[in-house]
């Protein structure tokens, strides 16, 4: 799983989900933003995921 450099809003985090699982990014971050709505550690586990995460092959 990478960070997506194509698909990046803030850090790619959602994009590389989205890339991974096949599905649009735009989709993956509804879906992130509803859940992020639910009491929890959804933010904290982002910024882990920011920081863990390599970016993506670059596309030419």
Same mark, same amino acid.
């Given at each position: 799983m %990478? *960070?997506? *450099?194509?698909h *990046?809003?803030?850090?790619?985090?959602?994009?590389?989900i989205?890339? *991974?699982?096949?599905?649009p990014?735009t989709?993956?971050?509804?879906v992130?933003?509803l859940l992020?709505?639910i009491p929890?550690?959804l933010w904290?586990?982002y910024?882990?995921l920011?920081?863990?995460m390599?970016?993506?092959?670059?596309r %030419?």
């Open positions: %990478h *960070r997506s *450099r194509e *990046r809003i803030i850090a790619g985090v959602c994009g590389g989205a890339d *991974r699982l096949g599905l990014p989709l993956v971050r509804i992130w933003l992020s709505l929890g550690p904290i586990l910024v882990v920011w920081v863990i390599p970016n993506g092959p670059q %030419h």
